[in-house]
């Protein structure tokens, strides 16, 4: 950093009212304690993870509908300023939800829906967990927008903070797909590949966060902002189904925020009285090359033991997940699971939702719908009860996982005998 200007110290900024809207403090998933709103992610007495608590006021349905087609219609349960819509964001959110009915039909489900999360403004979930870091990292006078990630963060911090015209550095792992590069370098000209996996990116991120001044990286210093940006998937979820919550769900986990994140804000909805309260089962989904929560969650222990992350779905690449514990958690309680399925699943379930949907998903989403697949044919899911899927990126992204499978069933000259010769017609 510059030494010419004495840098500010953002931690003692003064906040201005409401810039966290009905967010009343951090309070520790560990042990409750609480510290006041800031850039900080571990509880100063036992070094838990913090999290966003509120004190909500009444909110009605039709206030939300009321609201923009985008998650702001959510601010008043989010960590948001009132005025959060004035700011450049990248408004993503309220993605369809759509009725699955020919891949209900393949596996043997009643009634299935996908919530295609690829249609968001850089293709994936994370301009949702985004949107929520870059309000947080401008109410707290950040002057760097920044973050370690396995590609998709990288794609939505640099398209969100060249719409916040601030500067934005984003570290990758120097072995990510291609298509993922591109579509960081496009938004950001500081675009640093690391030669590690994510979690030395990760811990390089995190040595940053510690040295320098005035760096929000989203999913570091300011991750209990970001984490609640996954809520606006539950919430969307169940209002789209007209105010109802789901049976089952299935939810791709990398490092587990979106998953406890859904959980958490269909509970928000419950006891806000926005839904009517019922048991529903959560499902974790993880690639056996990354599967660290799936291993505990069949060993029935506690603890996640780290792994080194071997799998076409890189965006789940995660292999020592900072809220898997809290993974296992919601799943047996709910009585759902975690399972995970092989690299070539996962290349037939993206094909397979592609035919039966027009849904092209990436790797994580053909996860997901492995799983899904896995768990119908375990028993371990009841195909009699309505499912939801949430396909959390999009399949141009990984182009490189189907191109050897699928391409021209025939390449013939432009004459009618020969199109007649491929047996299509
Ligand atoms: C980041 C990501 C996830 C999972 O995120 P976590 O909240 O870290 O578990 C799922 N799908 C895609 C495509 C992602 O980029
Ligand atoms: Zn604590």
Not at 146 to 174: D, E, H, Q, W, Y
Not at 175 to 187: D, M, T
Not at 402 to 416: D, E, L
Request: net charge negative; hydrophobic share 40%; charged share 20%.
């Amino acid at each position: 950093m510059s030494a010419v200007a004495p840098a500010v110290e953002h931690t003692d900024r003064t906040l201005r009212e409401g810039a966290f809207g009905n967010a009343t403090s951090l309070a520790c998933r560990e042990c409750g304690h609480r510290v006041d709103l800031g850039p900080f992610y571990a509880c100063p007495e036992c070094f838990g993870p913090l999290e966003v608590a509120y004190d909500f006021p009444a909110v009605t349905r039709e206030d939300i509908e009321a609201g923009p087609r985008n998650i702001w219609r959510y601010k008043a349960l989010l960590p948001v300023p009132t005025d959060i819509e004035s700011s450049p964001n990248t408004e993503p959110g309220f993605t369809r939800l759509l009725e699955a009915k020919n891949l209900a039909a393949e596996l043997g489900l009643t009634r299935l829906w996908v919530k295609d999360d690829s249609t968001n403004p850089t293709n994936s979930f994370k301009d949702r967990v985004v949107a929520c870091a870059l309000s947080a990292a401008r109410e707290l006078g950040a002057k760097v927008f920044a973050c370690p990630s396995t590609g998709n963060l990288a794609n939505a911090v640099a398209a969100a903070g060249a719409r916040a015209g601030m500067k934005t550095v984003v570290f990758i792992p120097s072995n990510l797909e291609q298509p993922k590069q591109v579509n960081s370098a496009v938004f950001t000209a500081n675009l640093v590949a690391v030669d590690g996996n994510y979690d030395d990116v990760n811990k390089l991120a995190s040595e940053i966060a510690g040295e320098e001044d005035g760096w929000a990286f989203v999913n570091v210093n300011v991750r209990p902002f970001y984490a609640e940006g996954s809520k606006t998937l539950g919430y969307e979820i169940a209002e789209q189904l007209g105010w109802r919550l789901p049976d089952q769900i299935v939810i791709p986990v990398a490092s587990g925020s979106q998953l406890t994140k859904v959980h958490k804000a269909f509970q928000e909805l419950v006891k806000l009285g926005l839904v009517e309260d019922k048991p529903y089962r959560v499902f974790g989904a993880q690639a056996e090359g990354c599967s660290p929560v799936s291993v505990a969650y069949k060993a029935g222990v506690d603890a996640i033991r780290p792994v080194k992350p071997d799998t076409i779905a890189k965006s789940l690449a995660i292999g020592n997940p900072a809220d898997g514990i809290y993974v296992l958690d919601v799943c047996r309680q709910t009585g759902g699971a975690v399972e995970d399925v092989t690299d070539d699943e996962i290349r037939a379930a993206i094909v397979l939702l592609a035919r039966t949907e027009g849904i092209f998903t990436e790797t994580a989403g053909g996860t997901t719908t492995a799983v899904l697949k896995k768990l119908v044919e375990s028993g371990q899911l009841d195909p009699a009860l309505e499912t939801v899927i949430i396909n959390t990126g999009h399949g141009l992204k990984t182009l490189d996982a189907v191109s050897g499978s699928v391409g021209p069933a025939a390449t013939i000259a432009p004459t009618y005998s020969a199109f007649a010769a491929t047996g299509l017609a």
